[in-house]
């Protein structure tokens, strides 16, 4: 059985645990804090979360993850089979991760810490945002899901880095990044019923 590493509270925790429901893959959660202790960082060596170990062995970073899971776990796929295609999912991951959710993170040490981030530092993240966004917007694909008509790992990365990015940038920038992307407001509105995102919502608060 895969075991699971981290907290709940963590985006990229719920976007794996997400990814192991979606996979119908049976695991264990192990309540493990980020850490730099040495048997911390056997598992992940820059002591964040989630990790999983399977068989005694440990991988770390979600699209890591993925990827393994993917591999073990090809039904149901969530890449498309076309090669082009399925690059284009990857594509869209990397720039919600790197252009919208890691962008955002520069806040989040007044939001979780009220340690004040400053106003520099605020207009630049508003800036990179703004094009973040619009990139993003781009490469959404018309259909009832990120990457078109069927759900894909970029939908998971949308719910949970676009949907972080947005409550930090509300509450530190006061800007909406939901409404430069009515498309993306629209999906997000759909995953949250999803049946994997909702109990991973749900087991969260509970």
Known sequence: ????YGLRMSNYYSLTKALLIEKGLDFE????PPSQKED??????????????????FLSESLAIFHYLEHHAPDPALLPADPFESAKVMELCCHLKLD????????????????PVSDET??????????????VDRLLVAGPFAAGAEFTVA??????????????????????????????????KRLAE???????????AG
Do not use: H, W
């Open 40 to 57: 911390y960082l056997v598992r992940s060596p820059m002591g964040k979360m989630p990790s999983i170990e399977v068989d005694g062995r």
């Open 29 to 32: 959660e192990v309540k493990s």
């Open 1 to 4: 059985m895969i075991k699971l």
């Open 155 to 188: 939908d998971l990365f949308s719910f949970y880095c676009f949907g972080l990015a947005n409550t930090l940038s509300q509450s530190v920038v006061g800007v909406d990044l939901l409404e430069g992307t009515p498309r993306m407001a629209d999906l997000l």
């Open 122 to 135: 605020k207009d630049q993240v508003r800036a990179d945002l703004a094009k973040g966004v619009k990139a």
């Open 100 to 115: 919208i959710e890691l962008v955002a993170r520069r806040c989040l040490p007044e939001l979780l810490f009220k340690q």
């Open 194 to 204: 999803r049946p994997s995102i909702a109990r991973v919502t749900a087991e969260a």
